[in-house]
């Protein structure tokens, strides 16, 4: 793992090297008063937005805020609704206005404090105002810290599915204050798992026995650590997702497909945890009925009960970002750090289930 530790600070740092786009991934707890130095090291424009959701902003909005103004910025800020309903056209218009109108430049920053609606939507922001400015990413969910602020996905939601607006676009920097979830509800903290039983299964190792266990808040820093460098790494080698970065898919096949059925009121994480377990059915049926019982296992402890039919759910996937034509790429399993990337057509994928 590559990290370095800050003498003097309590903060860890993954690098994510990606050329001209590198950048840290900053771990630590209780410091949120750095923020404003970290981003001094980055960028020339003193303007920032920080972009928001109600939820978070009682918390976490007032200290950022004076971190930023303590380093010299003029800071403005923005309240969403928090949800998914939020990661739409129309919210992101607004906040390009809200730029255009404080004559926001390119050396300026948009700061997204919050979870992965916040993450996602500022990002696109940032990543289409004058064909890119500055972005932060300041992650207090779980699911953030561990998975969406990181690799540069950013995007907004269509009628006719997720993400579909979106673009890659690296952040200056991820700065994660574990400390943030000690506010994080309990809905949200399972949400998070979701995702943490993603890299559970592409690892196999440590993060398997955490989650098998069950004692991710007592392993909280570390898992949060590991997750993060499972991702750097993949990001690294894929920055784009026209390979090895496709694993990160494992779940979201389905788990999209499961999302929209619930007309985005199920959590993404719940959502991909439900995906996980059928694709593991179905990586047993592909595979010449494979032994997977320990997986399945571990993804049932998260009380893993599809909610829906799943030949309905099968027939969603036409409209996923993975689609082409009348194929899909999707990640089976054969062993817990054993995943893999299939082509199939659609029939094919549905004959699995």
């Given at each position: 793992?590559?990290?370095?530790?800050?003498a003097?600070?309590?903060?860890k740092?993954?690098?994510v090297?990606?050329g001209?786009?590198s950048?840290?991934i900053?771990?630590n707890q209780?410091g949120?008063?750095?923020?404003?130095?970290?981003?001094?090291?980055l960028?020339k424009?003193?303007?920032v937005?920080?972009?928001?959701?109600?939820?978070?902003?009682k918390?976490?909005?007032?200290?950022?805020?004076q971190?930023?103004?303590l380093?010299g910025?003029k800071v403005?800020?923005q309240?969403?609704?928090?949800?998914?309903?939020?990661?739409?056209?129309s919210?992101?218009?607004?906040?390009?206005?809200?730029?255009?109108?404080l004559?926001?430049?390119?050396?300026?920053?948009?700061v997204?404090?919050?979870g992965g609606?916040?993450?996602d939507l500022?990002g696109?922001v940032?990543a289409t105002?004058?064909?890119?400015?500055?972005?932060?990413?300041v992650?207090?969910?779980?699911?953030a810290?561990?998975?969406?602020s990181i690799g540069?996905?950013?995007?907004v939601?269509?009628?006719?599915?997720?993400?579909?607006?979106?673009?890659?676009y690296?952040?200056?920097?991820?700065?994660i204050d574990?400390?943030?979830?000690?506010t994080?509800?309990?809905n949200?903290?399972?949400?998070?798992?979701?995702e943490?039983?993603?890299?559970?299964l592409?690892?196999?190792?440590?993060?398997?026995?955490?989650m098998?266990?069950q004692?991710?808040?007592?392993?909280?820093?570390?898992f949060?650590?590991l997750?993060?460098d499972y991702k750097?790494?993949?990001?690294e080698?894929d920055e784009?997702?026209?390979d090895l970065?496709?694993?990160?898919n494992?779940g979201?096949t389905?788990g999209?497909?499961?999302?929209?059925?619930?007309n985005y009121?199920l959590?993404?994480?719940e959502a991909?945890?439900?995906?996980?377990?059928l694709?593991?059915q179905?990586?047993?049926r592909?595979n010449?009925?494979?032994n997977?019982?320990n997986?399945?296992?571990?993804?049932?402890?998260?009380?893993a009960?599809i909610?829906?039919?799943v030949e309905e759910l099968v027939?969603?996937i036409?409209?996923?970002?993975k689609a082409?034509s009348?194929s899909?790429?999707a990640v089976?399993v054969?062993?817990?750090?054993n995943c893999y990337?299939k082509k199939?057509s659609?029939?094919e994928?549905?004959?699995?289930?």
């Amino acid at each position: 793992m590559l990290v370095k530790r800050d003498a003097g600070i309590k903060m860890k740092r993954i690098k994510v090297e990606l050329g001209k786009n590198s950048y840290d991934i900053v771990l630590n707890q209780g410091g949120l008063a750095h923020v404003g130095e970290e981003l001094n090291k980055l960028v020339k424009g003193k303007q920032v937005l920080i972009v928001t959701d109600e939820n978070v902003a009682k918390f976490y909005l007032a200290p950022l805020k004076q971190s930023l103004e303590l380093a010299g910025y003029k800071v403005e800020e923005q309240v969403i609704p928090a949800g998914e309903k939020s990661k739409n056209p129309s919210t992101y218009l607004e906040l390009i206005d809200i730029l255009g109108n404080l004559k926001f430049l390119r050396d300026d920053t948009v700061v997204a404090l919050g979870g992965g609606v916040v993450g996602d939507l500022a990002g696109f922001v940032a990543a289409t105002y004058m064909r890119g400015i500055n972005l932060v990413q300041v992650p207090t969910s779980l699911l953030a810290m561990i998975d969406s602020s990181i690799g540069g996905k950013v995007g907004v939601d269509l009628p006719y599915g997720k993400n579909l607006l979106g673009a890659f676009y690296q952040p200056k920097l991820v700065f994660i204050d574990v400390d943030t979830l000690s506010t994080l509800p309990e809905n949200e903290w399972n949400n998070g798992l979701g995702e943490g039983l993603k890299y559970a299964l592409l690892d196999g190792g440590r993060l398997f026995d955490i989650m098998n266990d069950q004692s991710v808040k007592a392993n909280l820093q570390e898992f949060v650590e590991l997750c993060a460098d499972y991702k750097a790494r993949i990001v690294e080698k894929d920055e784009k997702e026209s390979d090895l970065r496709r694993l990160l898919n494992l779940g979201h096949t389905l788990g999209h497909a499961i999302e929209k059925k619930s007309n985005y009121e199920l959590p993404h994480g719940e959502a991909v945890k439900y995906g996980l377990k059928l694709i593991l059915q179905a990586s047993g049926r592909l595979n010449g009925n494979i032994n997977l019982d320990n997986e399945i296992t571990l993804i049932n402890k998260y009380d893993a009960n599809i909610p829906y039919d799943v030949e309905e759910l099968v027939s969603l996937i036409t409209n996923d970002k993975k689609a082409e034509s009348d194929s899909i790429n999707a990640v089976f399993v054969k062993s817990a750090g054993n995943c893999y990337i299939k082509k199939l057509s659609f029939e094919e994928f549905k004959k699995l289930f």
